[in-house]
């Protein structure tokens, strides 16, 4: 597959911007929204000056992939990925969207993340150290790192604007939200983890955790899966021929771009610093090996 040009940042014209997050530019279109999966990466809550090619484009390539085989579990927020039945308004920019957007339905966004994990790793292995839980919940004595759990925790958190989600309770998101509400999202995560646990083990990748996020209409209150779905920005990808628990795991995500940046004299605060070629790529190829494997496609 050829390399292609990066794309950092999109401008489309006199279109509404409403937001540029650390990877996607939403766009007010008429009664919808437009998502535009970019190539920035961040790392430690800074967006780094370089994109990863072809990223955004894994990204929402594989969130559409998940999404039409989750629709038997929940309803999504997708309208269409296919640019040639965006409004006409987006044709000008047709190039720029191609593979890396989608026109979705505005919703009133849950605010927590439903996180889901299956192994004991990154923030949850930091607090099972100090006290022998994760997010609240306990477990056995003598866990190693990257050991798989029983039954997959949920372990909601709140969505941060800027810097670090806060990992809370599920009592915490109840009394925000409802028990009802709240046992539902559980549910509904839950199984997704599971549908895409189940498929990727079949396809020699590990989902070690994930974060699902969700909306709700406005008008009717009907939930709905929304952002992205079980990609290497969303979730743990490890090679389930190389997973061994008791030390670090090799991954198909933007960990190789963290132990790099680990290496650095940076104090993680912005500017981030500029990355070299060989770790641009090797990222690159990470994402496209998960979206490959995955999907079964050779191209994007």
């Known amino acids: 597959m050829a390399v ?11 279109l509404v911007l409403r937001a540029r997050g650390k990877v996607r530019d939403i766009y007010e279109i008429g009664s919808h929204l437009l998502l535009v999966a970019t190539d920035r990466i961040s790392a430690f809550d800074v967006v780094l000056p370089n994109g990863i090619p072809d990223k955004g484009k894994v990204l929402n390539q594989l969130s559409m992939y998940w999404f039409e085989k989750s629709r038997d579990l929940v309803n999504n927020h997708v309208v269409t990925s296919d640019v040639d039945a965006y409004p006409d308004e987006l044709a000008p920019y047709r190039e720029q969207l191609a593979l890396r957007s989608m026109l979705v339905a505005k919703l009133e ?5 439903c996180v889901v994990r299956g192994y004991l790793y990154g923030s949850g292995w930091k607090e099972y150290q100090q006290k022998q839980s994760v997010c609240g919940i306990s477990l056995l004595e003598g866990m190693r790192l990257a050991d798989k759990f029983e039954e997959p925790l949920f372990t909601p ?26 046992a539902r999202l559980k549910d509904i995560s839950l199984r997704l983890y599971e549908l895409g646990r189940r498929e990727a083990d079949d396809k020699g990748i590990i989902i070690a955790d994930t974060k699902f996020e969700f909306g709700r209409d406005p008008e009717t209150a009907e939930l709905y899966l929304i952002d992205e779905v079980l990609t290497p920005d969303s979730s743990r990808f490890w090679p389930r021929a190389d ?13 190789f771009v963290r132990e790099y940046l680990e290496t650095l004299d940076w104090n993680k605060l912005p500017p981030g610093p500029e990355l070299p070629a060989e770790v641009i790529e090797g990222t690159r190829e990470r994402y496209l090996h998960a979206y490959r494997s995955l999907t079964g496609k050779t191209n994007l």
Not at 109 to 113: D, N, W, Y
């Open 109 to 113: 966004p849950v605010p927590f993340e």
């Open 243 to 255: 997973y061994a628990p008791g030390h670090d795991q090799p991954s198909f995500d933007k960990q």
């Open 4 to 14: 292609t040009s990066v794309v950092i940042e999109t401008d489309l014209g006199d």
């Open 157 to 182: 958190a709140t969505k941060a604007t800027s810097g670090h989600d806060v990992n809370v309770s599920e009592t915490v998101m109840a009394d925000a939200l409802g028990e009802e509400l709240t």
